[in-house]
């Protein structure tokens, strides 16, 4: 089951939040459109209200956005993702250009495969110093065993969002 939910009135526009592993954080920015916009927001596999069962892989979740577009009765919308979610909105996008309006990808990771959250995590390891590497992965564990603060959370993604870059001495997508 994937948790869904839908404001608004006009065009259909899907917002994809970051993570994996990341609750959804964009209804600030539904708010900011739903005027003009019928916005359709989900909680993507992995977190409560959705389903924490797997698979989670890219196809996985394409299946996932598009069940939401169809479940909203949105044949067609915009598409606007932040982060994994920019991620996931291009693989939408490639693998079912017919359903898109158009694509908004903001800060989407870079240069990571589609070899699933264990590719993921390889990668972002490799890419940022070992110590800060485990402080990570100590975070997203108390993360997901629902024992993390938002403090945590923004320590976390601060440590790997430059290995988001295939460049990350030059990444500048996390700075502030």
Same mark, same amino acid.
């Given at each position: 089951?994937?948790?869904?939910?839908?404001?608004?009135?006009?065009?259909?526009?899907?917002?994809?939040?970051?993570?994996?592993?990341?609750?959804?954080?964009?209804?600030?920015?539904?708010?900011?459109?739903?005027?003009?916009?019928?916005?359709?927001?989900?909680?993507?596999?992995?977190?409560?209200?959705?389903?924490?069962?797997?698979?989670?892989?890219?196809?996985?979740?394409?299946?996932?956005?598009?069940?939401?577009?169809?479940?909203?009765?949105?044949?067609?919308?915009?598409?606007?993702?932040?982060?994994?979610?920019?991620?996931? =909105? &291009?693989?939408?996008?490639?693998?079912?250009? /017919?359903? +898109?309006? !158009? %694509?908004?990808? @903001?800060? $989407?990771?870079?240069?990571?495969?589609?070899?699933?959250?264990?590719?993921?995590?390889?990668?972002?390891?490799?890419?940022?110093?070992?110590?800060?590497?485990?402080?990570?992965?100590?975070?997203?564990?108390? =993360? &997901?065993?629902?024992?993390?603060?938002?403090? /945590?959370? +923004?320590? !976390? %993604?601060?440590? @790997?969002? $430059?290995?988001?870059?295939?460049?990350?001495?030059?990444?500048?997508?996390?700075?502030?």
């Amino acid at each position: 089951m994937i948790t869904a939910s839908q404001t608004g009135s006009g065009a259909p526009v899907l917002l994809l939040h970051g993570g994996p592993g990341l609750s959804d954080y964009t209804a600030p920015l539904a708010a900011e459109l739903d005027d003009a916009f019928t916005v359709i927001r989900f909680q993507q596999r992995g977190l409560e209200p959705s389903t924490t069962s797997g698979p989670f892989d890219i196809g996985r979740h394409v299946a996932d956005a598009v069940a939401v577009l169809d479940a909203a009765g949105a044949g067609q919308a915009y598409v606007i993702g932040h982060s994994w979610g920019g991620h996931l =909105a &291009m693989h939408l996008a490639a693998r079912h250009q /017919d359903r +898109l309006l !158009g %694509l908004v990808a @903001v800060d $989407p990771l870079g240069a990571v495969p589609d070899g699933g959250e264990s590719d993921l995590d390889r990668i972002l390891a490799e890419r940022v110093p070992p110590e800060l590497a485990a402080r990570a992965q100590e975070l997203d564990q108390q =993360a &997901m065993a629902g024992e993390g603060t938002p403090e /945590d959370a +923004l320590e !976390g %993604l601060a440590i @790997v969002c $430059p290995g988001t870059s295939p460049h990350p001495a030059r990444s500048r997508q996390c700075r502030r």
